[in-house]
């Protein structure tokens, strides 16, 4: 059975930064891209970053220059770093591993930006 577990979020001043995680599991993660999507209330599910299994990477315009997809293989986990936070990051941040048709999602973990 196939899990993705996200973690990392909370809420954080203007400015500031936090580092999303998502570990998988049951699947054989090293070969998949992986993408991170948030969605804010009201609005569509947008995607923010993906991740090729060779490493290679892309940005939504909104987060380029703030935010950094990474991956660990040996660990399973995909990461977000987010720097320069603003209060439209706001938003339920999900990862995604690419296996077609479908795809899995995780559970989603909640990012606030507020003073």
């Known amino acids: 059975q196939v899990q993705l577990v996200e973690s990392g979020g909370g809420l954080v001043q203007p400015g500031g930064s936090l580092r999303l995680s998502c570990a998988a599991s049951?699947?054989?993660?090293?070969?998949?891209?992986m993408e991170w999507y948030r969605q804010a209330p009201g609005k569509q599910r947008e995607l923010v970053a993906g991740?090729?299994?060779?490493?290679?990477?892309n940005y939504a315009d909104s987060v380029k220059g703030r935010f950094t997809i990474s991956r660990d293989n040996a660990k399973n986990t995909v990461y977000l770093q987010m720097n320069t936070l603003k209060p439209e990051d706001t938003a339920v941040y999900y990862c995604?591993?690419?296996?077609?048709?479908?795809?899995?999602w995780g559970q989603g973990t909640q990012v606030t930006v507020s003073s």
């Open positions: 991740i090729t299994s060779g490493g290679s990477t």
């Open positions: 049951g699947i054989m993660f090293s070969i998949y891209a």
């Open positions: 995604k591993l690419i296996r077609p048709p479908t795809g899995y």
